[in-house]
């Protein structure tokens, strides 16, 4: 047997301590400095933090963006997620474990920004340069997957639309236009469906 997998998570109450919100908040820093205060997150078996709603899994949600065209691709039938299987999604990115050796007593937001670049790494092949920011964190309860996980969504704008997929399970990836994505937007994880708002916003600032 292979070895059990560990994934990164933070207490539930940590979150309710600073105000438990439902789908987006854009107040980033507020929940960012104290999940990266010391101590507030640790390493535990995922098959236990997926059964136990008074955790959360942090999962880095990277969009792509270049000239108003954002990156979408479907899950395919070998993705670890079995529940997110054939869904459209707009974000890259994944749970971060221990390989990441992150200072969980140190300085641990510059660590955790290498770790949302190696998670993007294993998913795709980003040949261009790019700026980018946290824009938002997500929280769903109203799902079985979304109550015992929290997204952080990065937006990263690229200089050119340079992306290739490197893992197998990803699928019919191409730049789509906001108009696109909001025709396909039932057909997209819930996570992308509230990233999809967000966009439609920023795009019309």
Known sequence: MGQEEHVLVVERKVLEGVGMFQGLTFEVDKY??????????????????????SLKQLIPYVLMEHAGKVLSYVRGKKSGES???????????????????????GD??????NAVKREVDEEVVVETGYSERVAA???DDSTEVGSVHLGVVHHWTL???????REQVITQMEFLDIEELQAARESM??????????LVRANSD
């Not at 400095?33 to 236990?48: H, T």
């Not at 529940?83 to 007593?105: Q, T, W, Y």
């Not at 641990?108 to 920004?113: N, Q, S, W």
């Not at 200089?159 to 997929?165: D, H, L, T």
């Open 32 to 53: 960012l400095s104290r999940l990266f205060e010391p101590g507030r997150l640790r390493f535990v078996r995922r098959a236990d933090a997926e059964k136990d709603p």
């Open 108 to 113: 641990f937001r510059e660590a955790y920004l």
């Open 189 to 198: 994880e819930t996570w992308s469906q509230l990233c999809l708002e967000y």
């Open 83 to 105: 529940r997110l299987v054939a869904k459209r999604s707009i974000g890259i990115g994944g749970h971060i474990n221990p390989v990441d050796e992150m200072p969980l007593f």
């Open 159 to 165: 200089a050119e639309p340079k992306v290739g997929r």
């Open 137 to 139: 964190l997500i929280n």
